[in-house]
């Protein structure tokens, strides 16, 4: 029973390091088994560069066909687990066939890496950039590490941001006016506003501000759409009257945001809506919704 046991053990270990590992900025990255790990951050068109070390079992040689590193860009769908598709594949090859007696190191280098899309773990769909290292080892059975890293692009503020404004209303009952300060958003930017009550005819008792981000995966027939409420905020609690004003002022900081994504390798898009709800002393709600666009700024997230 030892034997079979330690037929499973790993033949050697394996260790991937990045070159400026201890200097770069670290950021949490959440495993399929819930844990959260510290993963090196980096940006599109870097070089990611390090090591590589390899360290057979005390005493046991290693026979293998061949050494390599992978980096990979990966999209997976929750519907379709385990199955990834890779948008971007480079490859290095670090070693001929041969046999592994004792500790080696080997160094790799990818440079100025186009890496378009940023990291992102959504309800339906995970995009993820790992290195792979592969001991090919034929019938024997590869071994496989795998080392995370994140990757986060930043955008130059918008030369244009026009504000929001609309009027929303129920025929003779309620016309309301609402007008926001922008329509693109910072990931670390306040929401700055102001609804007017034109018209009321029927009794609100509250209103409140809701920020909800959009999810949808797929296309066609097999389209998922997930649409999550990240923060609500209570502009109002009591009745308004005709010619009232309520201003909004909307951290949004402490939520947890990405940029709006648009049609990510055809798999999937993410957006952001402002929504507005009202509710009567009937508890009939009324809704007005509003997309807006959020954005990564380097000097602000």
Known sequence: MNYIIGAFKPACHISITFFDGKSRKQVPSKKENGQTLMVPL???QENIVGKISIEPVSGKKVEHNGIK?????QIEMYFDKGNFYDFTSLVRELDIPGELYEQKTYPFEFSSVEMPYETYNG????LRYVLKVTINR???????????????NYTPP???NNSIKMEVGIEDCLHIEFEYNKSKYHLKDVIIGKIYFLLVRIKLKNMDLEIRRRESTGSGANTHVETETLAKFE???GAPVRGESIPIRLFLSPYELTPTYQNINNKFSVKYYLN??????EDRRYFKQQEITMLRLAETS
Do not use: K
């Open 42 to 44: 980096f940006q599109s």
């Open 69 to 73: 590193v992978e980096l990979l860009g």
């Open 123 to 126: 309800v339906n769909v995970r």
């Open 138 to 152: 034929g019938y024997a059975g590869s071994i496989v590490e795998y080392q995370d890293f994140v990757v986060r």
């Open 158 to 160: 918008p030369s244009i």
């Open 235 to 237: 502009l109002m609690d």
């Open 276 to 281: 507005l709800v009202l509710v009567d002393e």
